[in-house]
């Protein structure tokens, strides 16, 4: 085990191409095959530098895995390497994006109170399917990244935004069977 | 580390309970007591004996906590990582006295428990338990046990996990790793399993509440998502019969029976009619009052169940939190694992079962299955167990207070550990050496609502103009959920230092304090009774070398029998006034060695004599 150059990004970490789009069988077992090289429980009787240099190296492995995962998160990232606005920087969604958000909630907060499943279900299905179009927008998007033009950047940033939206959207609606309608917000 | 070989064994230190087990190459199996085979639990209960400065650990100390509730100390555990200030109204339920702790630092609140005119923290007490888990574990393994793994409930914060290390260390174990007690189940039961599954563990114990969901694949045990409830247990389930009898004698009565000799009587009557109620509809109660009044009472199951539901529904809601968290369907779970004593409760396992839609699943002994898990994760840190691997995640988002005291995540819940995160930090004022940051944990948006778990203080930052300063800071949560900060100045590539000063914990310097302290009083305690040895040995050399004055000594010449009787009224003399065993040892063997001429003489006598 060695410590990492301190440039190395997540794709390289696990062996990957630096694209948007990969394969996400590929992504898992290439991350369990090093994850279990690496974790600190087989270290245990090593100094302690080993021992943190396992802890350091599991974390990176671990956000690796997080970020490249999940689609939103792994274009925020390549957005991010190719020197891109984040979040802070660029607030905004594709056009149209903002009006339909608000119409979905407002639908939302209906079927919530009336505890229509059907309705419910029906929005789920809904925002999952509106996620899936942004997603392959993102894809297209992320391809032109390393053309070099800020409006490539800002394009993908947009779209990023909007997936947040939709994401929050997807957690406001109560359709798991396990989950109460109001969720309490009591100290945990 | 030194030895790589000393056992590690698994420790439950429970609410209620606890519990040591070991891994060997049969499999993890319990360490039981001196009362024989069956006797693998210990009470999680702390006598003190104000008189002769005792302290018991266990059955004997749960015995005369009737008798002795100020100096019983029971449920330490809800203490661990807490202040005075967030047990205020749980303090009222316990007979022992709970106090602020006095710190230097104003911001500080350490809860200590008043036992005569000693404070403890509870690390302190929880070592007692520790210390006594350690000591079976060295018997029955017959080598010293000086490394443990220790399981806390998911949801303990960084703080509490702390406090649980502290705990270990004070009672001289080196805690390898922190594993939290639905994981530690799953592990047990996954042993034999070469399955592919994803199982949700249930973990409802004396004062804590878990639920993990987990994902078993080719040895590896993730788990996906933890919620729960560190103050929520079948202790709860007790306080609701209690808080029920206290009114209604009140009512029925008009006395009072809140004292604590009456509320420990309450609180062991309350735990068998709800053990009672487990398997019978109804369960008989009577307390005396007073010399003539007897308070009759029968208990119906369903008026119990009425009485606990809103505490499983809050149960039954973390699961579904939980389940959302891992993106998991319930159809999705094939197998609800039930841990803890409190899940023997019939509505429990019902609600269970509808939730999830399967029965629970109680192949092991509840009480048992955690310490079983803590063996076998023992056993994979020693190398021995190759083929399974533990990833958990961390239970609370983790962040720093940000201007306008809100709560700015920097972690969020339910992510794999080990996991970092990085954060840059500038100075307000020109030549500002050192930055303050506070660091909190939990789901809410203002830092006030969050747990604070300390301080951190970056010292060390080179003089530079306002806003030039580029201090990057590291947050690091470890494979055991414990936070570890480190912070560096770009544009110098220093390192900054940085300095703790813990909310509700106790820092580096206590903690060595306390473990020196333990110590030293090992050391004591061994060197009082070297002492007494030794000074009843030197009244057997005294009295045998005294008898044979008296008989045979007009046979030394007069000024050697002078001499000796001068000798042994010294020897005498200092074994009363000296403290020091080896000093009183050394004279004794000194004053043998004077009395050889005598012995000759009585050798020869006696063999004249028959």
Redesign the interface.
């Known amino acids: 085990m060695f410590p990492l150059p301190q440039d190395v990004d997540y794709f390289q970490l696990l062996g990957l191409d630096r694209r948007f789009d990969l394969d996400e069988k590929a992504l898992t077992s290439s991350f369990r095959a090093v994850v279990r090289k690496v974790h600190p429980d087989r270290f245990c009787d090593q100094p302690e530098e080993v021992r943190n240099l396992a802890t350091k190296l599991s974390a990176d492995l671990n956000n690796a895995i997080t970020t490249l995962k999940d689609p939103a998160r792994r274009a925020a990232y390549l957005l991010h390497l190719a020197g891109g606005p984040c979040a802070k920087d660029e607030r905004g969604v594709p056009d149209g994006v903002l009006m339909e958000v608000m119409e979905l909630r407002e639908r939302i907060e209906g079927a919530n109170a009336s505890g229509d499943l059907i309705a419910l279900t029906g929005l789920r299905d809904e925002i999952a399917a509106r996620r899936e179009e942004l997603l392959a927008d993102m894809s297209k998007s992320a391809d032109y990244l390393n053309e070099g033009s800020e409006k490539n950047r800002i394009a993908l940033r947009l779209l990023i935004n909007a997936v947040k939206y939709f994401d929050t959207l997807a957690s406001e609606v109560a359709t798991d069977p396990l989950m109460p309608a109001s969720e309490t917000d009591h100290d945990r | ?1 030194t030895d ?1 070989d000393a056992p590690i064994v698994g420790i439950d230190l429970g609410t209620t309970n606890s519990l040591v087990a070991y891994a060997d190459e049969a499999g993890p199996h319990l360490i039981h007591g001196p009362a024989g085979a069956e006797d693998v639990i210990l009470p999680s209960v702390i006598g003190f004996d104000l008189s002769g400065g005792d302290v018991t650990v266990g059955h004997t100390a749960r015995l005369h906590a009737v008798e002795k509730p100020e100096t019983t100390v029971h449920s330490i555990k809800r203490l661990m990582g807490r202040g005075f200030g967030d047990l205020r109204a749980e303090s009222k339920r316990l007979p022992y006295r709970v106090l602020r702790r006095g710190c230097e630092i104003e911001e500080r609140d350490v809860a200590s428990v008043v036992i005569g005119e000693k404070f403890y923290t509870p690390p302190q007490l929880s070592a007692m338990i520790l210390a006594e888990l350690k000591r079976r574990a060295t018997g029955y393994l017959g080598r010293e046990v000086t490394k443990a793994v220790i399981t806390v409930p998911a ?1 303990f914060d960084d703080t509490q996990r702390q406090a649980t290390r502290d705990a270990g260390l004070i009672a001289g174990l080196d805690v ?2 922190i594993v939290n007690e639905p994981t530690a189940a799953a592990l047990a039961y996954g042993l034999d399993r070469a399955e592919t599954a994803t199982i949700a563990v249930y973990d409802l114990g004396g004062g804590t509440f878990d639920i993990s969901i987990l994902r078993i694949e ?1 040895g ?1 045990f993730e788990v996906l998502s933890t ?3 560190t ?1 929520l247990g079948g202790d709860d389930f007790d306080h609701c019969l209690i808080d029920l009898f206290i009114r209604e004698v009140h009512k029925q009565f008009g006395v009072d029976i809140t004292t604590p000799t009456i509320k420990q009587q309450l609180r062991t009557l309350a735990e068998e009619i709800k053990v009672r109620l487990s398997n019978a509809d109804e369960a008989q109660v009577e307390i005396a009052i007073g010399p003539k009044d007897v308070y009759r009472r029968v208990i119906r199951r369903d008026e119990f169940e009425g009485m606990i539901e809103p505490l499983i529904e ?1 149960t ?6 939980a ?2 968290a891992a993106r998991v ?2 159809d999705e779970i094939d197998r609800v694992v039930m841990v803890g004593g409190s899940t023997r409760v019939p509505l429990i396992r019902q609600r269970v079962a509808e ?2 839609a399967c029965a629970p699943y109680t192949a092991i002994n509840p009480d048992h299955v955690v310490a079983m898990g803590a063996a076998v ?1 023992a056993s ?4 021995a167990q190759r083929g399974m ?3 958990d995640v961390t239970p ?1 988002s983790l962040g720093i207070e940000t201007m306008g005291g809100a709560m700015g995540k920097l972690i969020p819940a339910n ?6 995160a990085t954060e840059n930090f500038t100075t307000f004022q020109d030549g500002q050496t050192a930055v303050k940051i506070n660091v909190l944990q ?3 948006e203002m830092a006030k609502d969050c747990r604070s778990l300390g301080v951190f203080e970056l010292r060390g930052i080179p003089p530079m103009p306002a806003g030039l300063p580029k201090i990057k800071v590291t947050f ?4 055991n959920g414990i936070l570890d900060v480190t912070a560096v100045e770009e544009r110098s590539g220093k390192n900054a230092s940085v300095q703790i000063v813990p909310s509700y914990g106790l820092t580096r310097d206590e903690v060595k304090h306390l473990q020196e302290d333990a110590i030293a009083h090992a050391r004591e305690d061994m060197s009082a009774h070297h002492l007494a040895d030794v000074r009843t040995t030197v009244e057997f050399d005294l009295n045998k070398a005294s008898g044979m004055i008296q008989k045979y000594g007009h046979l030394l010449p007069a000024g050697q029998r002078d001499e000796l009787t001068r000798q042994l009224n010294e020897l005498k003399e200092l074994s009363k006034i000296s403290d020091d065993p080896h000093a009183i040892n050394k004279a004794r063997m000194k004053f043998n060695h004077k009395t050889v001429p005598l012995a000759e003489i009585a050798v020869k006598e006696s063999l004249k004599d028959s």
């Open positions: 580390m790589n949801h390898v790793r080719d590896m919620d729960g409830d103050h809050r039954i809601a973390a699961c579904g939190r389940a959302k369907r319930v939730a999830f994760q994979i840190l020693s190398g691997l533990l990833f609370l992510v794999r550990i080990p996991c970092k939990g789901e809410r690091l949560i470890d494979q």
